[in-house]
């Protein structure tokens, strides 16, 4: 590939994806390259939009896999159907693929979220195909990967509930970016793109609402911009209904959209609902020069 084409490659995807430009060039670098990668960052930070905008760019599946306890190698490579092996016997025509194997047969991309939730067992037969682009299937034999299968994976650094330590055995298979929020200005225009709205006012102050939510010192996680695609929408509808003024209204969709996307730390006593209206009063009330403002203000 030459970098003329690689450029024009990377302009298309890029029509896909809100800001990231730095992002997507490293993860097109590295999946062309022939490499694993493994996305780190809070959740809603674009990251499996960037790699289903690449496959649909490449034309190869996608297929996403959610980490956590009940993801087995079994699961993941697949099974022999129960009742076709009770009247057959085993045989490669009655396996039943699992994402791993579907993904190896048809170039695909096999994405795992949370990878840090996985059990070590399902980790290290992942991390078999990953090193010999093979995997062993008893009864079927050696399932080899198409030229275009990448393994990608992503986890919450910053979320320790129900996770387990990744291993530096682990690490060295992988390609590792760290990814934050994207800015401000970027979150708007995913906002606008996500709903459909045209409200710059409302998309401005859902957003950072939901900014706020992630330096509140009595927050231990913030919300992702899926809080402030939701509160727009929210918003929306609830203002045909709703017999208060604007921030009201914005102080209701936030309720609903923010409280189970923040983290209240346990040391403290503040409810999340409690924590979401002082950011909005912050944000409408307490700044200099700001006075109550109805909707048509």
Known sequence: ???STGAARR???ARDVVGRRRE?????AAVTAGRDVLLEGPPGTSKSTILRAITANWG???ALV????????ARLVGHHNPARVLREDYSAENFVPGPLVSAMRQGGFLYIEELNRAPEDTLNVLLAAMA?????VPRVGTITAGATFRVLASMNPFDNVGTARISDSVYDR?????IGYQDEGDERAIVAVRTGSTDERLIADAVALTRATRVHPELRRGSSVRGAIDLVAIAAELAGLHEGGYEQVVLDAAQLALSARIGVDEAGEATPEAVITEIWENH????????RRDRTG
């Open 1 to 3: 590939m030459t970098v």
């Open 11 to 13: 302009d298309e995807i």
């Open 24 to 28: 997507l060039d490293l993860v097109l």
């Open 60 to 62: 190869v599946p996608f």
């Open 66 to 73: 959610e980490g956590n306890a009940e993801l087995t190698p």
């Open 132 to 136: 010999e682009r093979q995997v062993e």
């Open 174 to 178: 992988w390609c590792r970016l760290a």
């Open 284 to 291: 409408f009330f307490s700044r200099p020069g700001v006075r």
